[in-house]
């Protein structure tokens, strides 16, 4: 039963455009992230070289405030073919932004954790994306030094899609040690979320 509504769903007219009020506002809190990172952006590119590097205020030199432009993805990589990485980034964020669509249009009201990770996700992904448009390349400003971070120069942008990468991987995990340990306790387990949901 639970499937045939699914695939209503699915199939239904007007699913590209149907949603749950969550997607505007989890779209909201997309762009607004995109914003911030861009403001930060246009500030760092806008102040004068002999300005970095410098550390940043309360962190006791553990982050630090630099300016290095990136053709390529998060911490270089690919750097040596822009137009590849500009692509493939547009690419990824508009299947990003269809995806959190459907998933609130197929799953409202659950799996909140989830739609936040792909949120935060489409918001750094997005600023990065109009940098490789308008520039081709990405500016980046701190460098977090700590471990394995400490070689590395990031954005906002770029921390955000880590950090829902993370959520949704965390939120994914959780639901599915939740429903093995209702199966190991007699109960039929359930991955679709409405028992377990995180």
């Not at 205020?57 to 990589?77: C, D, E, L, Q, W």
Request: with cysteine; net charge positive; glycine share 10%.
């Amino acid at each position: 039963m639970r499937k045939k509504r699914m695939l209503r769903r699915l199939f239904g007219l007007g699913l590209l455009w149907r949603s749950s009020p969550e997607f505007p506002r989890l779209l909201f809190a997309s762009a607004a992230l995109c914003g911030l990172d861009q403001a930060v952006k246009h500030r760092i590119d806008g102040e004068p070289e002999e300005n970095f590097p410098r550390d940043m205020p309360g962190t006791k030199g553990k982050i630090r405030i630099v300016r290095a432009h990136n053709p390529g993805f998060s911490m270089g990589r690919m750097s040596d073919k822009p137009e590849f990485v500009k692509l493939s980034s547009l690419s990824i964020t508009a299947f990003l932004l269809g995806a959190l669509q459907l998933f609130c249009a197929l799953c409202p009201g659950r799996f909140f954790v989830r739609k936040l990770g792909i949120s935060l996700a489409i918001g750094g992904a997005a600023s990065n994306v109009i940098d490789r448009i308008r520039r081709g390349r990405v500016t980046d400003y701190l460098n977090i030094r700590i471990g394995s971070f400490r070689r590395s120069i990031v954005n906002i942008g770029d921390l955000m899609i880590q950090s829902g990468a993370l959520l949704y991987a965390i939120s994914l995990l959780f639901s599915l040690f939740a429903a093995l340990i209702r199966h190991a306790f007699g109960g039929r387990a359930s991955l679709d979320g409405r028992k377990y949901d995180n």
